[in-house]
């Protein structure tokens, strides 16, 4: 990534996933990068898409490309931590992440390496 490392995705929640537990990650995110969710959407039909951008989280442009890969890489151990958490309670994370030109990756399936991969790119 680049100097102004930038990471933009699509969280979309299936609407049978438990509430409580969608907050509690929206929770968990909201500490490491902007959330924002489109406000049209249809309850207990559609996906409750969110949007997840991190700069680095709070870098900018006078941050370094180090730092900025750092915050990145603790925003991607902390949703793995999330859906570890998730399980113990034997709850599936009904979650997809979904990005513009790369295919979809399903946290109810992916391996940890593969969340690291798909969100380092």
Known sequence: MS???????????SPSFPTYEREMLLAVLKNEATIKTPEERVFSIDDYIVIVTAVGATIGAIGTAAKATKEIGELIEKIIEW???????AIEPEIKLERSGQDSLD????????????LSL
């Open 3 to 13: 100097m102004n490392q930038v990471t933009s995705f699509k969280l979309a929640i």
């Open 83 to 89: 859906r570890k958490r998730l399980r113990k309670k």
């Open 107 to 118: 946290l109810r399936t992916a391996t940890d390496e593969e969340i690291r991969r798909w």
